[in-house]
C-alpha cells in the first residue's frame, strides 16, 4: 500500500522557498501584487511538496474577490482599554484598528466589536456571544496595563485563539504583533537630537519598561552613543497614582540641563501636556495628537493592524497546530515619514 504523503505546513512551504509565510500565503490565495514568476514557483512547489490550501482562507478570499454578499467567518476585536470610544483619542491604536479592520474585511471576515469593560458584561455574555456568532479567535488590544484583561475573562478569551496588536501581552494569546521599541525610541530621540536639542529626556511607565524588557530605556540610551563629552541621561519613570510625578519632572529637567523631553505614553502627555514644564523645554510626544511639525512621524504604523489579522487568519487556517507556551512575537521595524523642516529655536 502507498503511504500517505505528511501535509506540509505553511511554514515549511516558505522555508523551503526562502520566502515569507506571508509572500506564499498571498501568492496561494491569488492576491494582487505578488509576480507571475512567484507564484508560478509556489504553486509548483506548493504541488511537489504535498501543500494542500486552506479552504477557509480560500473561500474567504474568493468572497473578497467577488463582492458577494456575506461574511464566511467572524473574528472578535476585543477592546480592552477602560474607554470605549478610543478612536481619536490613542493615534497608533486607532490606525492599528482601522488598518486590521479592513484587512479583515478584505479577507471575507465579519468585525464583531467586543469591550471587556461594559457594564455588566461578564465572561459567561464573552462565551455566550463567541458562540452565537461562531467566533473562534480574534484580536485583542489596548490592554497594555497589567489590570487591563481582567482575570475573570482569562478563562474564556483562552478558549479562542487571540493575537494581541500593539502590545505584548498578559492575555491568553497564540502571538503578540508590536512596533519594535527599542527601535521606535532610539528614533524619535535621535531625530529629536538631529534637531539641535542636545539634552533629551525621556519619560516611561516603569511597568511598560518591565513588560518589554527594557526596550524602552535601551533605545533612549542607544540613541545617546553618538554624543560625545557627556554622561548619558537616564529615563525618568513615570509611576502611576503619584502626585508627586510634576515635581519629578521639573527635578529631572533642572538636573540633567533638559532642553527637551521626549513622552511615550499617550496617557502621560495628557497630564504634561496641560503642565508648565518651562519655557526652555520642548515636550515631544508618540502620540500624534500632541504632536507639532517638528516631532518625528512612523509612516507604517498600520502594518502592525494588517499583520496582526494575517498572523490570525494563519492560525485560524491551520488546524491541529501544537501552540508553544510562549507566544510567538512579530516585530515590525519602524519606517519614518520625512521630517518638516525644522523650526528655529528662540
Same mark, same amino acid.
Given at each position: 500500500?502507498?503511504? =500517505? ?27 494582487? &501584487? ?9 504553486? #509548483? ?42 478612536? @481619536?483619542?490613542?493615534? =497608533? ?93 532610539? &528614533? ?40 560625545? @563629552? ?12 503619584? &502626585? ?65 489579522? #494575517?498572523?490570525?487568519? #494563519?492560525?485560524?487556517?491551520?488546524? &491541529? ?15 519614518? +515619514?520625512? +521630517? ?5 529655536? =528662540?
Amino acid at each position: 500500500m502507498k503511504k =500517505a504523503r505528511k501535509k506540509i505546513s505553511l511554514s515549511k512551504l516558505a522555508e523551503k522557498l526562502g520566502l515569507s509565510k506571508s509572500s506564499v500565503s498571498r501568492a496561494l490565495s491569488g492576491s494582487p &501584487g505578488v509576480s507571475a514568476k512567484t507564484a508560478k514557483a509556489v504553486a #509548483e512547489a506548493a504541488k511537489k511538496f504535498g501543500y494542500k490550501k486552506s479552504v477557509p482562507l480560500s473561500r474567504a478570499m474568493s468572497f473578497a474577490r467577488s463582492g458577494a454578499a456575506g461574511d464566511f467567518e467572524t473574528i472578535a476585536f476585543v477592546n480592552a482599554k477602560p474607554v470605549r470610544d478610543f478612536y @481619536g483619542r490613542y493615534s =497608533a491604536i486607532s490606525k492599528y484598528v482601522s488598518a486590521a479592520k479592513e484587512a479583515a474585511r478584505s479577507r471575507g471576515y465579519a468585525v464583531c466589536d467586543i469591550w471587556l469593560h461594559e457594564k455588566n458584561f461578564t465572561p459567561a455574555k464573552f462565551e455566550k456571544l463567541a458562540a452565537a456568532r461562531g467566533i473562534r479567535g480574534g484580536i485583542v488590544f489596548g490592554h497594555y496595563y497589567r489590570d487591563s484583561v481582567p482575570a475573570e475573562f482569562r478563562g474564556a478569551m483562552g478558549k479562542l485563539k487571540l493575537v494581541s496588536m500593539g502590545v505584548k501581552s498578559n492575555a491568553p494569546v497564540k502571538s503578540s504583533v508590536f512596533m519594535d521599541r527599542f527601535l521606535m525610541v532610539r &528614533g524619535f530621540v535621535e531625530r529629536i537630537m538631529r534637531g539641535g536639542y542636545g539634552r533629551a529626556g525621556f519619560i516611561v511607565e516603569r511597568f511598560a519598561d518591565k513588560c518589554e524588557d527594557g526596550k524602552f530605556t535601551g533605545g533612549f540610551f542607544a540613541a545617546q552613543f553618538g554624543r560625545t @563629552g557627556a554622561c548619558p541621561i537616564p529615563p525618568l519613570y513615570w509611576e502611576n497614582a503619584c &502626585g508627586k510625578n510634576f515635581s519629578k519632572i521639573s527635578e529631572y529637567a533642572r538636573k540633567y540641563k533638559l532642553d527637551a523631553i521626549f513622552s511615550y505614553s499617550t496617557d502621560v502627555s495628557e497630564i504634561i501636556s496641560r503642565l508648565p514644564i518651562g519655557e526652555n523645554i520642548k515636550i515631544f510626544h508618540y502620540d500624534e495628537n500632541f504632536a507639532d511639525p517638528r516631532t518625528p512621524r512612523i509612516s507604517n504604523q498600520k502594518e502592525v493592524g494588517r499583520a496582526a489579522v #494575517e498572523t490570525l487568519s #494563519e492560525m485560524l487556517c491551520t488546524a &491541529g497546530r501544537t501552540w508553544a507556551k510562549k507566544p510567538p512575537e512579530i516585530s515590525i521595524a519602524p519606517e519614518w +515619514a520625512r +521630517a518638516a523642516p525644522a523650526i528655529p529655536r =528662540a
